[in-house]
């Protein structure tokens, strides 16, 4: 049996769900799967729950007796919420304790680390006692739903621009970026998080007749009519990728400086440096590069689709059960 620890963060944002979601969609193939899930994270619970999974809700606390009912199992951790006793109590009470993180700052006490990020390297990681480390796109999770569209075609003309900073700390780059695309001649598809400052104002007062605002629910169906995507998501690069979609990525927090450089290497992406020192009219200087060079776009769309257009869900999924047995 599989426990998944998963929560969604303002650092984050909804990545760790969705993932944590598409991968226990190929484990309850072989093995049963309840989420552990704090009770103020309203988003994990809903939308774990409207995807058919049993899903347990705990207050702060809760889950060091929860998890006494699952003596033996083995869980899989997605979170960045620090909880010593509750670490230690996996350690005496269960089988296998399984991370999955971009956090190369902490140690873990683990049997196994997974690291989906492109260009992670296991001695990035700090673990103790005998750890096994899994890095890299091997162990990219993306959502069937990617992985079942069909390659984008790459167009001559750039129609539809769609923009998902994920910004929530502040809102000062978003504005900035709608300001801008006011300007020119493509039409924006807009995504706001949920929690990003001021939503409601950026709503009333910052639209035009070439913008339009949406919620992070429509992304899977917005993409099938845009030719390029500023992201600021992690995650959302790897399931574009997964179906051709060039991009531009913007590096909200300095932790992302080194897979923004590895993108760029590998021509995955275009990248932008860290958000407050590299201004919004770098970002959309940059668009307006890419909307102009086709053939970038091809060569874009052709690595991504050779890294990211594979089952590495699915076999992420029977390497796990293969490892906790």
């Given at each position: 049996?599989?426990?998944?620890?998963?929560?969604?963060?303002?650092?984050?944002?909804?990545?760790?769900?969705?993932?944590?979601?598409?991968?226990?969609?190929?484990?309850?193939?072989?093995?049963?799967?309840?989420?552990?899930?704090?009770?103020?994270?309203?988003?994990?619970?809903?939308?774990?729950?409207?995807?058919?999974?049993?899903?347990?809700?705990?207050?702060?606390?809760?889950?060091?007796?929860?998890?006494?009912?699952?003596?033996?199992?083995?869980?899989?951790?997605d979170?960045?919420?620090?909880?010593?006793?509750?670490?230690?109590?996996?350690?005496?009470?269960?089988?296998?304790?399984?991370?999955?993180?971009?956090?190369?700052?902490?140690?873990?006490?683990?049997?196994?680390?997974?690291?989906?990020?492109?260009?992670?390297?296991?001695?990035?990681h700090?673990?103790?006692?005998?750890?096994?480390?899994?890095?890299?796109?091997?162990?990219?999770?993306?959502?069937?739903?990617?992985?079942?569209?069909?390659?984008?075609?790459?167009?001559?003309?750039?129609k539809?621009?769609?923009?998902?900073?994920?910004?929530?700390?502040?809102?000062?780059?978003?504005?900035?970026?709608?300001?801008?695309?006011?300007?020119?001649?493509?039409?924006?598809?807009?995504?706001?998080?949920?929690?990003?400052?001021?939503?409601?104002?950026?709503?009333?007062?910052?639209?035009?007749?070439n913008?339009?605002?949406?919620?992070?629910?429509?992304?899977?169906?917005?993409?099938?009519?845009?030719?390029?995507?500023?992201?600021?998501?992690?995650?959302?690069?790897?399931?574009?990728?997964?179906?051709?979609m060039?991009?531009?990525?913007?590096?909200?927090?300095?932790?992302k400086?080194?897979?923004?450089?590895?993108?760029?290497?590998?021509?995955?992406?275009?990248?932008i440096?860290?958000?407050?020192?590299?201004?919004?009219?770098?970002?959309?200087?940059?668009?307006?590069?890419?909307?102009?060079?086709?053939?970038?776009?091809?060569?874009?769309?052709?690595?991504?689709?050779?890294?990211?257009?594979?089952?590495?869900?699915?076999?992420?999924?029977?390497?796990?059960?293969?490892?906790?047995?």
């Open positions: 049996m599989l426990i998944i620890k998963v929560e969604s963060t303002r650092l984050g944002g909804a990545d760790p769900v969705y993932r944590m979601g598409a991968l226990a969609r190929e484990l309850i193939k072989s093995t049963e799967v309840v989420f552990l899930c704090r009770e103020a994270d309203r988003f994990a619970n809903e939308y774990l729950t409207e995807q058919g999974f049993n899903v347990i809700s705990y207050a702060d606390g809760e889950h060091n007796d929860i998890i006494r009912n699952y003596i033996g199992a083995t869980i899989i951790i979170s960045r919420e620090k909880v010593g006793k509750f670490d230690e109590n996996c350690r005496v009470l269960l089988h296998k304790i399984i991370y999955v993180t971009e956090d190369t700052k902490r140690s873990y006490r683990a049997d196994l680390v997974i690291n989906p990020t492109a260009g992670a390297n296991s001695r990035d700090m673990t103790i006692g005998n750890c096994e480390k899994w890095t890299g796109t091997d162990y990219t999770i993306i959502r069937r739903a990617y992985l079942e569209k069909p390659v984008m075609r790459i167009n001559d003309n750039v539809n621009v769609l923009i998902v900073l994920g910004e929530v700390q502040s809102n000062t780059i978003t504005r900035q970026v709608i300001d801008y695309a006011k300007k020119m001649e493509h039409n924006f598809k807009i995504v706001l998080d949920k929690d990003i400052k001021q939503r409601n104002q950026i709503l009333l007062k910052c639209g035009a007749s913008i339009t605002f949406h919620e992070p629910d429509e992304i899977e169906t917005l993409v099938d009519d845009c030719d390029i995507t500023i992201c600021g998501g992690l995650n959302l690069i790897y399931e574009l990728g997964a179906m051709g060039p991009v531009i990525f913007v590096v909200l927090t300095r932790e400086v080194t897979l923004g450089k590895h993108l760029l290497k590998e021509n995955l992406a275009e990248a440096g860290i958000v407050g020192i590299v201004e919004a009219s770098e970002i959309m200087k940059n668009l307006n590069r890419l909307v102009l060079n086709y053939d970038k776009r091809l060569t874009l769309q052709k690595a991504m689709i050779n890294e990211f257009r594979k089952n590495s869900t699915e076999r992420l999924a029977h390497d796990i059960t293969k490892f906790i047995k």
